[in-house]
């Protein structure tokens, strides 16, 4: 059985760049590594306050990743346009607000406003030649309105399973394999990722439409005892294992 792809987010090695405004740790160098050590593919999110993944990145980025190119950002006019000159092999289009942490949940798509800015983001994407995935909460209806507006792939937000009670872990996993099944049934891709450590990949690796797994700080973080090279490596192992269980 082909085991589900690993994309590694590498913003983080951007986040300690920025906190000393130096020319290092290099994000290139970080994807290339990752790479080298099996990875799938490179996300980065750029974001609005620019707070680590800078425009540059991006543009060299898209000159030296081999693999494939995910381009995690808000469905801005701005945002549009850097993608649209960039041309990454994916975009995923996700929530955004300036004082979050880290995104904090799927995308609004019962809001009026918020489908008629993604129809918009994603007709325009798909004219300039790239997919286009929505980053969603793992329910039904999110789903179905994803589909609707014509999202080649879904991301399922996985946090609510990552901070679940033992209790509730179940019922989570239960979750997310409801919603990636309807979304592989109505035809898109499906992806999962936010949240994901060691302990806790290997459920979600095991659902069986899930294709794509997106894993950043858990893996920048074990990198920084480790390296980088055998973060991902333990991470593809576990993925691994789960295409087999």
């Known amino acids: 059985m082909e085991r589900v792809?690993?994309?590694?987010?590498?913003d983080h090695i951007a986040t300690l760049r920025q906190a000393?405004?130096?020319?290092?740790?290099d994000p290139v160098a970080a994807a290339s590594?990752?790479?080298?050590?099996?990875?799938?593919?490179?996300?980065v999110h750029l974001r609005e306050d620019r707070r680590h993944i800078q425009d540059r990145d991006v543009h060299v980025l898209r000159k030296t990743v081999?693999?494939?190119?995910?381009?995690?950002?808000?469905?801005?006019?701005?945002?549009?346009?850097?993608?649209?000159?960039?041309?990454?092999?994916?975009?995923t289009l996700v929530p955004e607000k300036?004082?979050?942490?880290?995104?904090?949940?799927?995308?609004?798509?019962?809001?009026?406003?918020?489908?008629?800015?993604?129809?918009?983001?994603?007709?325009?994407?798909?004219?300039?030649?790239?997919?286009?995935?929505?980053?969603?909460?793992?329910d039904p209806a999110s789903v179905k309105l994803a589909g609707q507006l014509g999202a080649d792939i879904v991301e399922l937000h996985t946090g609510d399973y990552c901070n679940a009670s033992r209790a509730r872990c179940l019922l989570e996993i239960q979750r997310l394999a409801g919603a990636a099944v309807k979304a592989a049934g109505a035809g898109m891709k499906v992806a999962a990722g936010h949240g994901l450590d060691y302990p806790n990949t290997e459920a979600v690796a095991a659902i069986p439409v899930v294709e794509e797994l997106n894993i950043g700080h858990a893996i920048i973080a074990r990198a920084a005892l480790v390296g980088l090279d055998q973060a991902v490596r333990d991470m593809i192992a576990l993925i691994r294992v789960a295409a087999y269980s």
């Open 20 to 25: 000393r405004g130096t020319r290092y740790p």
């Open 5 to 10: 792809r690993l994309h590694v987010n590498i």
């Open 33 to 43: 590594l990752c790479e080298l050590a099996g990875a799938d593919g490179i996300t």
């Open 66 to 91: 081999r693999t494939l190119l995910n381009l995690e950002m808000a469905a801005t006019r701005e945002m549009v346009g850097i993608a649209l000159d960039v041309k990454p092999d994916i975009v």
């Open 98 to 138: 300036r004082e979050e942490q880290t995104t904090e949940g799927g995308l609004a798509l019962g809001d009026e406003a918020v489908r008629e800015g993604l129809a918009a983001a994603i007709s325009k994407l798909r004219e300039g030649g790239i997919e286009v995935s929505l980053f969603i909460d793992p």
